[in-house]
Nanobody, 125 residues
Framework: QVHLVESGGGLVQAGGSLRLSCAASGSIFSINAMGWYRQAPGKQRESVANITSDGSTNYADSVKGRFTTSRGNAKNTMYLQMDSLKPEDTAVYYC???????????????????WGQGTQVTVSS
C-alpha cells in the first residue's frame, strides 16, 4: 500500500508564511494526482489545491495568489507554500495522493487513494 507523511504545520501570525510537505512511500507505480485539503473546526473538509501528473495546478478561490503547490524532484513529494496567511486559513491540512501501485503479484497493479495524517496550521490575528 501507499503511506503519506506530512510535515510543516505550526503557529504563525497573520501575514506570515508556512511550507507544508507531503511524502508518499510504498510500491508506487504511478501518481495521477496530488492535492491538499483542509478542515477547520465545525466545517467540512475542502479542497485547497491540487497538481496533476502533467504539472497542472488548481486552487480554491480563497487561496489563489497566496498558496502555491509544487512537486519535488523526487516525484513522490509535494509541497504547499502558504504566504500572506490569514486567520481563516486556520485548519488541519491533509495531503491526498491517487495513483497505482504494485500489489506484489506478478504484473498486477491496483489503484490507491491515500490520505496523510494531517498537520495543524494556526494563524493568529
Amino acid at each position: 500500500q501507499v503511506h503519506l507523511v506530512e510535515s510543516g504545520g505550526g503557529l504563525v501570525q497573520a501575514g506570515g508564511s508556512l511550507r507544508l510537505s507531503c511524502a508518499a512511500s510504498g510500491s508506487i507505480f504511478s501518481i495521477n494526482a496530488m492535492g491538499w485539503y483542509r478542515q477547520a473546526p465545525g466545517k467540512q473538509r475542502e479542497s485547497v489545491a491540487n497538481i496533476t501528473s502533467d504539472g497542472s495546478t488548481n486552487y480554491a478561490d480563497s487561496v489563489k495568489g497566496r498558496f502555491t503547490t509544487s512537486r519535488g524532484n523526487a516525484k513522490n513529494t509535494m509541497y504547499l507554500q502558504m504566504d500572506s496567511l490569514k486567520p481563516e486559513d486556520t485548519a488541519v491540512y491533509y495531503c491526498n495522493v491517487a495513483g497505482t501501485y504494485y500489489t506484489g503479484r506478478r504484473y498486477d497493479l491496483a489503484g490507491f487513494n491515500s490520505w496523510g495524517q494531517g498537520t495543524q496550521v494556526t494563524v493568529s490575528s
